[in-house]
T-cell receptor, first 115, second 115 residues
Framework: GAGVSQTPSNKVTEKGKYVELRCDPI?????LYWYRQSLGQGPEFLIY????????DSGLPNDRFFAVRPEGSVSTLKIQRTERGDSAVYLC?????????????FGPGTRLTVL | KQEVTQIPAALSVPEGENLVLNCSFT??????LQWFRQDPGKGLTSLLL?????REQTSGRLNASLDKSSGRSTLYIAASQPGDSATYLC??????????????FGKGTHLIIQP
């Protein structure tokens, strides 16, 4: 596709359930990032992939959060035992390479609501 | 740890005025600085990216400057229009590891242009 796409656009779940959020990066982009944006805040970094491997997962808040990118393209962010505090917009971005100077392009986000 | 601050948090001006949004960051060792626009309920649209070796970038009515040594950037919007109403986010890409491979964002400036 022409840009970064994310599915679903909205997800409503109940406390304690498991959710998966999907990100399709721009074709050919080797680096992929996940961010979380709470209401009234700027996005916060969660995890960064170079190819298939997680190069930096220091932003994941706890072990309920996990992300994979098995073939170096599509990535899935997985959240176990969801809590109301996980409600936020989850943003994905990709860049052509992983140099510090490469531009990150953002998807439209998935709005997660935990009831 | 890199911190980004944006001032003011909110701004309301009449149509046609020129305006300046401010961004400051605590660690001057950055690769680049990026300004984004975010409309309500939407993802991020990149406006301008300034590499650490550059002083400014221009796109149409927008001009962004970077003073890396003092940890400051400004976004200048000329001849503002109601369609410019949005939240403007500043973000920096710092060094490696510890979440610095992702972007560090400010909380944004909520801009309203009155018709």
């Amino acid at each position: 596709g022409a840009g970064v796409s994310q599915t679903p656009s909205n997800k409503v779940t109940e406390k304690g359930k498991y959710v998966e959020l999907r990100c399709d990066p721009i074709s050919g982009h080797t680096a992929l990032y996940w961010y979380r944006q709470s209401l009234g805040q700027g996005p916060e970094f969660l995890i960064y992939f170079q190819g298939t491997g997680a190069a930096d997962d220091s932003g994941l808040p706890n072990d309920r959060f996990f992300a994979v990118r098995p073939e170096g393209s599509v990535s899935t962010l997985k959240i176990q035992r969801t809590e109301r505090g996980d409600s936020a917009v989850y943003l994905c971005a990709s860049s052509k390479g992983w140099r510090g100077t490469d531009t990150q392009y953002f998807g439209p986000g998935t709005r997660l609501t935990v009831l | 740890k890199q911190e980004v601050t944006q001032i003011p948090a909110a701004l309301s001006v009449p149509e046609g005025e020129n305006l300046v949004l401010n961004c400051s960051f605590t660690d001057s060792a950055i690769y680049n600085l990026q300004w984004f626009r975010q409309d309500p309920g939407k993802g991020l649209t990149s406006l301008l990216l300034i590499q650490s070796s550059q002083r400014e970038q221009t796109s149409g009515r927008l001009n962004a400057s970077l003073d890396k040594s003092s940890g400051r950037s400004t976004l200048y919007i000329a001849a503002s229009q109601p369609g410019d109403s949005a939240t403007y986010l500043c973000a920096v890409r710092s060094g490696s590891g510890g979440g610095a491979d992702g972007l560090t964002f400010g909380k944004g400036t909520h801009l309203i242009i009155q018709p």
